[in-house]
């Protein structure tokens, strides 16, 4: 069963805690934290002995709650096991 790691607004050591309690996490960011959940990926794999085993680049359709209107969020999914 993967764990779930939604990345966002806290500083990243947060995130890298979060990720190196479990065996097999799985990191989810959308748009300009994107950047910041390749960051934590790499960094566990590089100083805690994980792997990538997938990731995957995609974008979410939005619509907005007080109208019709919709528009698309960039977002990733980084799949991590640990070696």
């Known amino acids: 069963m993967a764990n779930n790691v939604y990345?966002?607004?806290?500083?990243?050591?947060?995130?890298?805690?979060?990720?190196?309690?479990?065996?097999?996490?799985?990191?989810?960011?959308?748009?300009?934290?994107?950047?910041?959940?390749i960051d934590v990926a790499l960094i566990v794999q590089r100083i805690h002995n994980y792997a990538i085993e997938d990731m995957?680049?995609?974008?979410?359709?939005?619509?907005?709650e007080d109208s019709e209107q919709t528009f698309f969020v960039s977002a990733i999914k980084i799949s991590l096991k640990k070696k």
Do not use: L, Q, S
């Open 56 to 64: 995957k680049i995609y974008d979410e359709e939005i619509k907005k």
């Open 7 to 37: 990345i966002g607004k806290k500083p990243i050591d947060t995130y890298i805690g979060a990720v190196i309690r479990e065996n097999e996490p799985d990191i989810f960011a959308r748009g300009k934290y994107t950047g910041r959940a």
